[in-house]
């Protein structure tokens, strides 16, 4: 049975995704850490925090962003076409 994603939560999903994004984002972040680090001798722990937060809101801003134009296109050209069919009984 075929269907079509026409519509996205966007405050939901941008929560939801920014979890899975921060968990990419941290070791990322981390590793810049490092290199400042090693290239300047030191690293304040709020040039961290600083980082991981602004790396989160703005992840969430832009994550709202895209929910909102994938549904404007999807209400206009269609939506992500899925397949669903019955999973297989467990014996």
Same mark, same amino acid.
């Given at each position: 049975?075929?269907?079509?994603?026409?519509?996205?939560?966007?405050?939901? $999903?941008?929560?939801?995704?920014i979890l899975v994004y921060l968990t990419f984002?941290?070791?990322?972040?981390?590793?810049?850490?490092?290199?400042?680090?090693?290239?300047?001798?030191s690293v304040e722990v709020s040039t961290i925090? $600083?980082?991981?937060?602004?790396?989160?809101?703005?992840?969430?801003?832009?994550? @709202?962003?895209?929910?909102?134009?994938?549904? @404007?296109?999807?209400?206009?050209?269609?939506?992500? #076409?899925?397949?669903?069919?019955?999973?297989? #009984? #467990?014996?």
């Open positions: 049975m075929k269907k079509q994603i026409s519509f996205i939560a966007p405050g939901q $999903t941008a929560k939801a995704l984002s941290v070791p990322i972040v981390l590793i810049g850490v490092l290199v400042a680090f090693f290239r300047f001798g925090t $600083t980082a991981l937060l602004l790396n989160a809101i703005l992840g969430f801003i832009l994550l @709202w962003i895209a929910c909102h134009a994938y549904n @404007w296109v999807a209400s206009r050209f269609g939506g992500i #076409e899925i397949v669903l069919s019955d999973a297989p #009984e #467990e014996a």
